[in-house]
């Protein structure tokens, strides 16, 4: 069973700072590797994704970095906004079974203005 | 475009009562999944499925039944409510069945059992 580890649980960061959350995985079948954003009271939704055929992908602010030797990814945030507190959650996919993410424990987001 | 809405937002019961949590997506959606979220969890797969009449078991399917006789609705049933079942439940759907494609989730049921 695919295990994904979140670290760390909270983050509190100040305004125009990085934030950074990173994930380790164990095993996949498919190389792809979501990030998901909560905000309070709201369903997650879908930040940005990486298959790791490259090892950055890039989104404005929102960066991942992939290390596939490693089983790890990570999510960067650059000059974080009070706007960016929320929740984030990664996941990868199950090693069998059809579009079967397992997620991270969440990490809650604290940009302080 | 409504995507994914569940109903009710928020629901008290009695030990051992029953319930059903709707979920409904008007994507044209084949996969759909039941989530629920604990403090320090993240997210655990209760049941999911990929198309009308196919359902299949997640990380955490004990105490919860599910049925999808359409491609829009996949409600959770629970057949005896435990204070264990207390939780946030979060209904999925995504176009396809791999795991590449977005999931869109509802805004999620509130749930506490007493």
């Known amino acids: ?113 | 475009n409504a995507g994914v809405t569940q109903t009710p937002k928020f629901q008290v019961l009695k030990t051992g009562q029953s319930m059903t949590l709707q979920c409904a997506q008007d994507m044209n959606h084949e996969y759909m999944s039941w989530y629920r979220q604990d403090p320090g969890m993240g997210l655990r797969l209760i049941h999911y499925s990929v198309g009308a009449g196919i359902t299949d078991q997640g990380e955490v399917p004990n105490g919860y039944n599910v049925s999808r006789s359409t491609t829009e609705d996949f409600p959770l049933r629970l057949l005896s409510a435990a204070p264990s079942q207390t939780s946030v439940y979060f209904c999925a759907s995504s176009y396809t069945g791999t795991p590449r494609t977005e999931a869109f989730f509802g805004q999620g049921t509130r749930l506490t059992v007493v």
């Open chain 1, 1 to 113: 069973q695919q295990q994904v580890k979140q670290s760390p649980q909270s983050l509190i960061v100040q305004k125009g700072g990085i934030s950074i959350i990173n994930c380790a995985y164990e095993n996949t079948a498919f190389d792809y590797f979501p990030w998901y954003q909560q905000f309070p009271g709201k369903g997650p939704a879908l930040l940005i994704a990486i298959r790791p055929d490259v090892s950055e992908k890039k989104e404005g602010r929102f960066t991942i970095s992939f290390n596939k030797s490693a089983k790890q990814f990570s999510l960067h945030i650059m000059d974080s906004q009070p706007g960016d507190s929320a929740t984030y959650f990664c996941a990868a996919p199950t090693f069998q079974g059809a579009q079967k993410l397992v997620f991270g424990q969440g990490t809650r987001l604290t940009i302080n203005p």
